[in-house]
Structures are given as structure tokens and as C-alpha cells.
């Protein structure tokens, strides 16, 4: 069994000389296959920690929900705009630039 740890860089040594091993891949310490995990309480993360689980690796990910001022539209909260042409919605033509949120250099 496989017990991720919160070990802060000061105390690396002191972890790996009880047996802790390095993941560079998800960068946390953790130990496997030890019958007596005593020794690694102090740097056990709590369960709302984001290293006690899998390491987030979508960062932004709720960046495709926001408005140009940040806050997240969901549920009733969501407006739709309306179309003011035809064309394409990640173009930007003469009728629609005045409404569109990025314009193009």
C-alpha cells in the first residue's frame, strides 16, 4: 500500500532516512509496502489536502466557464448573447466587433 506524504524540503532527509522515496512524477514523498507507518505521522497529509490524493494536474481547468470578469457562469446564472451576424463564432467580423469580447489584432 502506497501512503503519500507532506514532507516540507528542511525535513527530506529526516523522511528518507526512515525510507521515504521521491516521486518525481507527481514531486511527492510516499512510502510502499511498510508494515509500520508510525514513524511518517507527522507528515501524513489531512484528506482535504491536495497531495493526500492524486496530484491536481488541470490547472485553469474552469477557465472555459468564466466571463472577461472572471466569476463562473453556471446554471441560471448563464446568459446567452445574441447572435448579431452569421459568421463563424471564433470569428470577428465588421458587423460583430463591437460586440466581441476579444478583438484581433
Not at 525535513?11 to 514513524?39: N, S, T
Not at 472577461?68 to 451576424?85: D, F, H, I, K
Request: net charge positive; with cysteine.
Amino acid at each position: 500500500m502506497r501512503l503519500n506524504l507532506k514532507v516540507p524540503f528542511a525535513e527530506k532527509d529526516q523522511a528518507k532516512k526512515l525510507g521515504a522515496r521521491w516521486d518525481a512524477g507527481r514531486k511527492i514523498w510516499y512510502v510502499e509496502g511498510k508494515e509500520d507507518p508510525a514513524p511518517f505521522a507527522r507528515w501524513s497529509p489531512s484528506p482535504h489536502d491536495a497531495s493526500a490524493g492524486e496530484v491536481r494536474t488541470q490547472k485553469g481547468a474552469s477557465g472555459r466557464n468564466q466571463d472577461s470578469s472572471g466569476t463562473v457562469q453556471v446554471g441560471s446564472n448563464y446568459v446567452e448573447l445574441p447572435r448579431v451576424c452569421d459568421c463563424l463564432p471564433w470569428e470577428v467580423c465588421d458587423k460583430c466587433r463591437a460586440t466581441a469580447l476579444a478583438s484581433r489584432v
